[in-house]
């Protein structure tokens, strides 16, 4: 058989792909549970980063150089639990919260790069700060030279609250709002800031730039002409927005100073870089020429190049825990990934070995019982199996024993019952035939004698051929039953009478006891053929009959009157001169069961223990030699075995060998009907 239509293979089939789903379904849920830990770590270790990186480019922006940040940095390294280390961009350190002497080495790759002038709009955007970034990456707290003085801001100021207490009693409310250069603007509370522009209070004051303001706009009015002077293009003036061509009308309440630019700028490239190859990364839908386009990159690298003196040198970050390790991760490297399917393979591997394994011990037995149900098939002598175990296959296996010594007992009685009938044919033909032969050669004279013995071994024929007829109707099942109310005693009274005369010709009495029997009397009711000896029944005949008690069956009488007959010519037959055979019948006293019971005890010759299992096989006789005076055909007790079990009930028998036998048909009672 080939392996992939052979229980072993379908069970290897199956157990590979268990296996192959178990190792994926483990390995989906191990990849889905880590990165989901590992997404929340990274999300909550980026927002701690975020908001050093904020602290610290705040600082830059705020300091030319990077010296006394060693306090932020311990100050921020406290807070997040986390090792924060500042190097220039040359790896020099300039402050490592890690003090330690032994302090594991920075990693070759740096968080971020702290550079208040081209910002990482990632980390910024999560910082803690809100100041956000401008279009062209400058931090917005990178002031440089458009700081207020502090006379010019405090007066700034006082204005501001002037205009702000206006508001107030027009009914606007809002508050003063100081930016990153120290200059104050005010600010509607709600979302409705043109409401202020109908109002008395003049807010153009504070939109007037300072002399420091104006004289820092006019430097970087100057860098950006000379930017767009070397592309062969004309200077522009700036307004104090940041914005060129017409002078813009002053911010509205609720827009920024004027270091922010009403035009998006691109963002720069890195300061070292000449200002041609910048290149813009925003453009507005206002301006998009390409002159447009050429200003705000010059505006972007003119800013930059002015406010480099004021803030802090570009600072590598480095951000890990205090082991030295950096954010966590999950690295499927080749190394990973093969050691994830060496895994699988091994679980795949084992599975299979075991598999194989397990589907051989349970395929072995099997393949054992199929060579030898195919043997009995050809003919050829059964044979048991091993039996390997007390699990399903071996009981199984223990089944198949069973049936096949079975089926070895079933042919032996078969090639026995054939040996038998042909035998017991042979006699009665075999006797007619030398007869008519001696008859043919004048040799006997067909006197009256002559007929009669020829008659009495033709009814002997015919008897033989009925029983078979019966056995082979009854194990069809097709045994025909006649079914009516029966008075068990009558019965046995008619069977007794007409055996009356073959038991005084043997010298037996035969008589119909009336009584059950009693204790000690009796053999008990439900012995098997084999249980042992038991007292035999002598009953008393001249006791009369219970009226309290009258047994009652429904059954077919003639069949009944049959098998009673057949024990009656039994017992009869191997009962000496002198002995006696009872019929009784009484009803069950073992609980209200509803059941008849039939005896025929003999005092006869008995039956051996050893052969008791058998009497009620076919053409078996305890006689071996098979003589007519001793047995009969050996059908007899075979066909009451049928004709009992036909009605629903069970026949057994007890005997002691030399004292005599009982048998016992058990039979369905019913209730006598009404008259």
Known sequence: MPLRRSLLGRLLAVSALVAACSVAATAWIAVQTTSGAIKQEQGQNLTADARIYDTLLGYAARHPTWDGVGATVRELARESGRRVALTTQGRQPLADSATAANAPALPPQASAVVDPLSVDTVLAARGTDGQGTAPDRIDPRAVGPFRLPAADSRALRRTADAKVECLNRAGIASDVVVGASGRPRVQVVGNDPERALGTRCDLAALDTPTPSERKALDTLTELADACLERQGREGVRLNSDLSWGDPAPGPRPSESGPLTPR?????????????????????????????????????????????????????????????????????????????????????????????????????????ALTGAAQRMRDGEQPESVPVSGDDEVGRLAAAFNDMSAHRARLEEQRKAMVSDVAHELRTPLSNIRGWLEAAQDGLAHPDPAFVSSLLEEAVLLQH????????????????????????????????????????????????????????????????????????????????????????????????????????????????????????????????????????????????????????????????????????????????????????????????????????????????????
Not at 613 to 637: I, N, Q, Y
Not at 640 to 657: F, I, Q, W
């Open 263 to 367: 035009v998006p700028l691109p963002v720069p490239e890195p300061r070292d870089a000449p200002a041609e190859s910048a290149v813009p990364s925003v453009v507005t839908p206002e301006r998009t020429g390409e002159n447009d386009r050429a200003i705000a990159s010059c505006v972007g690298a003119a800013r930059s190049e002015q406010l480099s003196s004021y803030v802090a040198s570009p600072a590598l970050l480095f951000i890990g825990d205090e082991g030295g390790a950096t954010l966590p991760g999950f690295d499927l490297s080749p190394a990973n990934t093969a050691r994830i399917a060496g895994a699988a393979a091994l679980v795949l591997a084992l599975t299979v070995g075991a598999s194989v394994f397990a589907g051989a011990r349970l395929v072995r037995p099997l393949h």
């Open 464 to 675: 033989i051929i009925d029983d078979l007829q019966d056995l082979a109707a009854a194990d069809a099942g097709v045994l025909r039953l006649h079914p009516a109310t029966v008075e068990v005693r009558e019965l046995l009274s008619q069977v007794a009478s007409a055996h009356q005369a073959r038991a005084e010709n043997a010298g037996v009495t035969l008589a119909v006891a009336a009584t059950a029997p009693g204790p000690g009397t009796a053999p008990a009711p439900h012995a098997d053929p084999g249980t042992g000896p038991d007292p035999v029944l002598h009953a008393d005949p001249e006791a009369g009959p219970d009226p309290a008690v009258e047994p009652v069956l429904h059954a077919d009488p003639v069949r009944l009157r049959q098998a009673v007959g057949n024990l009656v010519s039994n017992a009869v037959r191997h009962t000496s001169e002198g002995g006696r055979v009872t019929l009784r019948a009484y009803a069950s006293e073992e609980g209200d069961d509803g059941t008849v019971l039939i005896e025929v005890t003999d005092t006869g010759t008995g039956i051996p223990s050893e052969d008791l299992p058998h009497v009620f096989d076919r053409f078996w006789r305890a006689e071996k030699s098979r003589s007519r005076r001793t047995g009969g055909s050996g059908l007899g007790l075979a066909i009451v075995r049928k004709l009992v079990e036909a009605h629903g009930g069970t026949v057994a028998v007890t005997s002691v060998e030399g004292e005599g036998s009982t048998f016992v048909l058990r039979l369905p009672a019913t209730t006598p009907p009404g008259p």
